[in-house]
């Protein structure tokens, strides 16, 4: 009776195992919560997801979530096989929350009659939403390394990883420290991330086409060229312009800069969490090459998937402007 009632206990975690190693499935990996900042009313935390220590150091891979700067989780359910995958394939793992300033945009919002108003007054909360989001994204890095030691991290092999708004982020982040800006001064001097991935970002200029005055780290970027939440290529109005993966990928490689770039014809916005799931060769291919190979490659991907409706390419500035919920 015993062991019949032990045999009953046992079999459904020895049935759940069975199917996780026939399906490629894997436990998810331990977790601890720490908060890294306080600002106002947020306190920021970050997830850090590990196996248990073992001999040496291991590169870390932080990721921000995307959501419009406006919502989103950083332990959202759907981003945890890409966590798992990342932690058995011998990373760190640390999922940061950061201030969401696209927030309640209506409320942020002073009554004008002029749409020209309106517009001024979303893009100046935008960008001031990127920069915010960029300094919890260096302040998260900054307790990294502070912690280092005791979670056996390699400080030089930290990526900086991100989705849409965490993909803008972490662009902006590599382009921040490439221009040496005020929020650089957050970080180690000299700090670099090893690498950068970016699942459909962009670059936020009010001064025009950004400018890279020293090379990046290597940046891996996939975006789709019918995306209209975030531009493939670019949207410029007088001073101000919104640079996607397609136009930053063309002054990398004018500028001769290792980078990949791999673009999805007639796909949109769902580039912005697919590749976790269905690319990482991909990924793979430029870590180990390129962010710790240290090969000087320019690589350039496209992809065609057949059998889909031809998408209207090019993103105006009104249908930007339409994605906001004023």
């Known amino acids: ?59 870390c891979f932080i990721f921000m979530y995307g959501g419009g700067f ?15 995958r ?43 939403s990127v920069n915010m989001a960029v300094e919890d994204l260096f302040d998260a890095t900054a307790y990294i390394i502070a912690h280092a030691a005791d979670w ?19 662009l902006h982040g590599a382009y921040a420290l ?17 690498g950068i991935v970016s699942f459909a970002g962009a670059i936020f200029s009010r001064n025009g086409r950004p400018e890279w005055p020293a090379p990046p780290s290597p940046i891996l970027m996939f975006h789709g060229d019918t995306d209209r939440d975030v531009p493939y290529n670019k949207i410029e109005w007088l001073h101000t312009g919104f640079y996607g993966s397609a136009a930053i990928a063309e002054q990398l490689k004018a500028q001769k800069t290792p980078h990949y770039f791999y673009s999805v014809e007639n796909t949109g916005h769902e580039i912005s969490t697919s590749p976790m799931t269905q690319n990482w060769d991909e ?8 962010v710790f190979g240290k090969e000087k490659l320019i690589i350039h991907t496209s992809v065609s998937p057949t059998g889909k409706p031809e998408g209207k390419k090019d993103l105006t500035l009104f249908d930007l402007m339409g994605n906001f919920k004023i």
């Not at 989103?72 to 359910?77: E, K």
């Not at 999922?95 to 309640?104: H, K, S, T, V």
Request: net charge positive; with cysteine; glycine share 6%.
């Open 178 to 194: 490439c221009r040496s800006d005020t929020l650089s001064a957050r970080l180690p001097d000299r700090f670099h991330y090893a």
């Open 1 to 59: 009776m015993i062991n019949k009632v032990f045999i009953a206990l046992l079999w459904p975690v020895l049935f759940s195992s069975y199917v996780r190693a026939q399906t490629g499935e894997q436990e998810p990996p331990a977790k601890q919560t720490f908060v890294y900042a306080v600002k106002g009313a947020d306190t920021l935390r970050l997830d850090k997801y590990d196996t248990p220590a073992t001999a040496g150091h291991k590169p």
């Open 86 to 128: 990342l932690v058995n394939a011998g990373y760190a793992v640390v999922a940061i929350d950061y201030r969401l300033g696209m927030r309640n945009l209506k409320a942020q919002l002073t009554p004008v009659q002029d749409q020209a108003q309106v517009f001024n007054q979303v893009i100046d909360i935008f960008e001031r």
């Open 283 to 290: 990924i793979h291919t430029f870590l180990e090459k390129m």
């Open 70 to 84: 406006a919502n989103g989780r950083r332990d959202d359910a759907g981003f945890m096989p890409f966590y798992t």
């Open 152 to 170: 056996r991290i390699d400080t030089a092999g930290i990526i900086a990883c991100g989705s849409s708004a965490g993909a803008i982020t972490v």
